[in-house]
């Protein structure tokens, strides 16, 4: 692996005393091996040099709640609420997926995460052709985190999508055996349980017990809507937090998607129990969830990271829209001092990675740390002027995905001058047409012979 050296850039390291340090950083085997000033004379012959003067250079963005599977379908399931989302078009498209379709579909995922400058990704598969996903994830050099998800409960169901418990269970366990530490970890596994809806008590506990034997991550949706909440109390008495903990799982190892629908009780839960929640505004703005109290989470102690969810939810899985409508969205409520950007940037970049448990090798550009960062070309119409101008309020504010302009994970550029590395562009954006063109295809044949 080659070393690098950026050099002349604008350096927003996300450290502890969020230092902003105008230098260079050198790049040797997958680690920052150091960060100064005029470090040209450190680094050996045949170094690649890039220059990044009137750049800014950023830790890699690190969204926690993904789904890769869902990519192929942007446009498919537009303006309806979350239950009618799932049951008449996502369960549906999800259950029509093969191999191919599912691989498409997490390419195109990761070529616009990539783009826009995430390098780190938590992500829920679909039920069946995971390995698909992962090969993609592996090919095309994301980090990621990312399962199979698990549903064994449903009358809605499609029947491909609606598993036996032990067959859920071991494809898992398979799974992860597989995949969990792939190439030095950049690739780990977690357990996806769906939401407590679609999955029975004995599926959760088990989870719980798989998780603390492996230690690894549980991923899943909790009260991203009211409807599915009432049916959650329907069934168990209590609401979907108070539930989980009910259960055992509510611990340092769970990162919950949404929140939005928490009782008082159920925020303490989260913060008293470590458990981890993804906020994901532009989802739950465009499928009328609702908006989470991410304020009083934040000021109660709380860890909130950030995730576009999926692309059919949002349309895009852009993280600099994300931190844009996080920062917006509770200022009506509590002011226009209640979500710095400063805070937002947190929540897009270290505090990913502390709901990861990855906080000492990602997250922020500290020497010994993982190398996974993106440069930002901030010289535009949109982003100027930039004399006086706070570089964080920059980001946060004017900034946009198409601003990204080199993206290196693991030591590696997998983008330079917008030029993809790892995949042919052209020849992924015609295989997502082919494959939604087949799987569409296929569901309007499905329902006629019905």
């Given at each position: 692996?080659?070393t690098?050296l ?73 303006d ?12 549906p ?44 994830m ?27 418990t ?8 398979r ?16 357990f996806?349980p769906?939401f ?28 991203e ?5 009432s ?15 009910h ?23 989260i ?64 002011g ?37 960062l993106f ?12 004399e ?20 290196i ?10 030029e ?23 569901l309007?044949?499905?329902v006629?012979?019905?």
């Amino acid at each position: 692996m080659e070393t690098i050296l950026i050099k002349n850039a604008e350096i927003v390291t996300m450290n502890e005393k969020m230092d902003i340090i105008y230098g260079d950083i050198v790049i040797e085997q997958n680690k920052i091996a150091k960060i100064g000033n005029d470090l040209t004379n450190v680094v050996p012959p045949g170094t690649k040099v890039i220059d990044a003067e009137g750049k800014t250079v950023l830790p890699g963005f690190i969204q926690t709640h993904i789904h890769l599977c869902q990519t192929l379908f942007r446009g498919q399931a537009d303006d309806m609420e979350l239950l009618d989302w799932l049951k008449k078009k996502m369960w549906p498209l999800e259950a029509a997926h093969d191999w191919d379709s599912l691989y498409r579909s997490a390419k195109l995922g990761i070529g616009e995460l990539i783009e826009g400058g995430t390098t780190t990704i938590m992500d829920m598969e679909t039920v069946h052709h995971t390995d698909a996903a992962f090969e993609a994830m592996a090919e095309t050099g994301i980090r990621a985190l990312s399962g199979k998800v698990m549903m064994d409960l449903g009358e809605d169901l499609p029947p491909p999508l609606l598993e036996n418990t032990n067959t859920s269970i071991e494809e898992s366990v398979r799974l992860l055996e597989k995949w969990h530490g792939f190439d030095h970890n950049r690739i780990q596994y977690a357990f996806c349980p769906r939401f407590v809806v679609s999955c029975t008590e004995e599926l959760l506990t088990r989870v719980r017990d798989l998780s603390a034997e492996y230690n690894v991550l549980v991923h899943t949706h909790a009260s991203e809507n009211e409807g599915e909440v009432s049916i959650v109390e329907a069934r168990h008495g209590m609401k979907n937090v108070e539930y989980l903990d009910h259960i055992g799982l509510a611990n340092e190892r769970l990162v919950l998607a949404h929140c939005i629908w928490l009782n008082d009780n159920e925020k303490r839960i989260i913060r008293d129990k470590k458990v981890k929640m993804t906020h994901c505004p532009g989802s739950n703005l465009k499928l009328a969830s609702g908006i989470a109290d991410v304020h009083g989470l934040t000021k109660d102690g709380a860890s909130v990271s950030l995730g576009a969810d999926g692309a059919p939810c949002n349309n895009t899985m852009d993280m600099f829209q994300e931190m844009k409508l996080a920062a917006l969205l509770p200022k009506p409520y509590y002011g226009p001092a209640s979500m710095p950007a400063e805070e937002v940037l947190k929540m897009a970049t270290i505090r990913g990675a502390e709901a990861l448990g990855l906080e000492h090798e990602i997250g922020s550009l500290e020497e010994g740390k993982k190398a996974d960062l993106f440069l930002l070309d901030l010289n535009t119409f949109h982003s100027y002027p930039s004399e006086t101008v706070d570089p964080v309020s920059r980001i946060v504010y004017s900034a946009s995905a198409r601003d990204v302009e080199t993206t290196i994970i693991d030591g590696k550029i997998v983008m330079e001058n917008r030029e993809m590395k790892t995949m042919d562009k052209n020849s992924v954006l015609q295989a997502s047409n082919t494959a939604v063109q087949r799987l569409v295809s296929h569901l309007a044949h499905t329902v006629q012979e019905r």
